[in-house]
Each structure stands twice: as C-alpha cells, then as structure tokens.
C-alpha cells in the first residue's frame, strides 16, 4: 500500500521554526520527486517546494526562499521541510506529494502528482 504520511504540523509563534517529515511507503523513494504544497482556508492550493530523488534538484517558491530547506533521506524515505522565520501568512494545512521521474522546478507544481498525503496543519500566531 503507498503512503505519504505527513508529521510535525502544530500551533507557533510568528518567528519560531518546525521541521514537517513526510514518511514514505509502498514505492520506489528513489524515483521520485517529493514535495510539499499548502493550502489556507478559503484560499487555492500553493506549491512551496518539491526535491527531486532522481537528480536532486530542488525548488522553492518565492514566498519561502530564503526561509524554508527541503532536504532527502533515502536511507528512511522521508522528505523533510525546515520552516524557519514563519510568519501568519504561513498558516496552512501542508500536504506531501510524489510525482514519478522528474526533476523539481516550477513547472513541478503543475504535474498531476501519482501520490499524496493527508496533510498537517500548520498554525503560525502574531
């Protein structure tokens, strides 16, 4: 059975950090671009940054450059997000996605992913 099964989400003050996990299993791990998207109440689904296992190009967007890290550990399957310097706008339900052989760009965000998670709330306070 595939699972992406996200973890770490909780409640900080603007300015704190969380690390998000995203365990995978029931496929190859190293032929897949892993990444996070996010999704506000009432807003449209974002992407925020994605790794490639294949080639390890990374990806992040604009909003979080600079704040965020994506990082890959083949050896447990799991993709990590280090969320520094969060702010309100961050608040979010963050969900994993796998996408099969690619490379992570822009355009990544766009691809229909084959697998996703459930997602884990993220509450950035004033």
Known sequence: EVQLVE???????????LRLSC???GFTFNDYA????????????EGVSC????????????SVRGRFTIS??????TVSLQMNSLK?????????????????S???FYYGMDYWGKGTLVAVST
């Open 23 to 25: 365990a995978a299993s």
């Open 88 to 104: 309100p706008e961050d608040t979010a339900n963050y969900y994993c996605a796998a996408e099969y052989l690619v490379a992570c």
């Open 7 to 17: 973890s770490g989400g909780e409640t900080v003050q603007a300015g704190g950090s």
């Open 51 to 62: 790794i490639s296992n294949t080639d390890g190009s990374t990806y992040y967007a604009d």
């Open 72 to 77: 890959s550990d083949n050896a447990e399957n």
């Open 34 to 45: 892993i990444g996070w998207f996010r999704q506000a109440p009432g807003k449209e689904r």
């Open 106 to 108: 822009s355009s990544w």
